[in-house]
């Protein structure tokens, strides 16, 4: 599976959904570094006082698997992934503990 254009189109269809109405007063920035496999989502900007600077999604491609470093997407990126043919075993909650990670239905690394 061609798993590095699988992650783009879930970071791009994540930032159409973030970025529809109503727009937000913050930007939703979108990074791809294919050579060292990261993959962010972030939304930077202002609304009202508030400096906004957040990471929703920051994905890793290490050792062909898919590592979710941190998600807060509602539904959780996973399924997304899962939804498009990735297989439970190619998929790693990197911000879950790794002791806690044999608990989950994902890989443990």
């Known amino acids: 599976m061609d798993y590095k254009n699988i992650i783009k189109r879930a970071l791009e269809e994540y930032a159409i959904q973030l970025s529809s109405p109503p727009k937000p007063s913050y930007e939703i920035a979108l990074a791809f570094d294919d050579e060292h496999g990261q993959y962010i989502l972030r939304e930077i900007g202002w609304t009202k006082s508030n400096w906004i600077r ?31 043919g990735v297989p439970n075993e190619d998929i790693v909650l990197g911000f879950q503990p790794p002791q806690m990670r044999q608990h989950t239905e994902f890989a443990v690394a």
């Open 54 to 84: 957040e990471t929703p999604l920051h994905i890793v491609l290490r050792d062909n698997k898919i590592w979710i470093e941190e998600d807060w997407i509602e539904d959780g990126i996973a399924t997304y992934f899962l939804k498009y």
